[in-house]
């Protein structure tokens, strides 16, 4: 399962198939990240520094996160693609094709000027979430997206 939680400052990344409950996460920041409860992360009732801290002591890479840069990232299911958005400039897209399979990735990009900002992999995971929350299956023919599917 993939997830994507945010605040005003960053974006973090849940990919449960890593995780190996550890606890790491729960034991640094016990009001972020609350196992039963749902959502179980709550980016909310914490600092971001102490947030980043926990997450950086996952063992496992099943959290991981990065700065927001003030990009939010939304799904357009009328265009099948997820879009990254600064003001109201487009500054990424990440485009699949729908069929009886469920949807293939064809195409992730992120503007110039607007790499190395982890713009391209909350693109994909915005995918999966809704794909995933829809029972959709997802390949990917992007090699990017595909990477992020393997990792
Ligand atoms: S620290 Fe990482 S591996 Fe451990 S429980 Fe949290 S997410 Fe899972």
């Excluded at 409950?21 to 600092?47: I, M, Y």
């Excluded at 990440?94 to 069929?99: D, N």
């Amino acid at each position: 399962m993939h997830r994507m939680y945010e605040n005003e400052d960053i974006v973090v990344f849940w990919n449960s198939d890593k995780c190996i409950h550890a606890r790491r996460c729960v034991d640094g920041s016990p009001k972020t990240f609350c196992p039963g409860q749902k959502p179980w992360v709550n980016l909310g009732n914490a600092e971001t520094k102490e947030i980043w801290q926990a997450i950086s002591n996952c063992p496992s890479g099943a959290l991981t996160c990065l700065y927001r840069h003030g990009i939010d990232v939304i799904f357009d299911a009328g265009n099948s693609r997820s879009v990254a958005i600064e003001g109201e400039k487009e500054v990424g897209e990440c485009v699949y094709q729908e069929s009886e399979n469920g949807w293939n990735i064809y195409h992730t990009g992120v503007s110039a000027g607007y790499q190395g900002k982890g713009i391209a992999k909350r693109l994909v995971y915005k995918l999966l979430e809704e794909a995933e929350h829809s029972g959709v299956n997802v390949t990917a023919t992007c090699s990017y997206a595909r990477k992020v599917l393997e990792e």
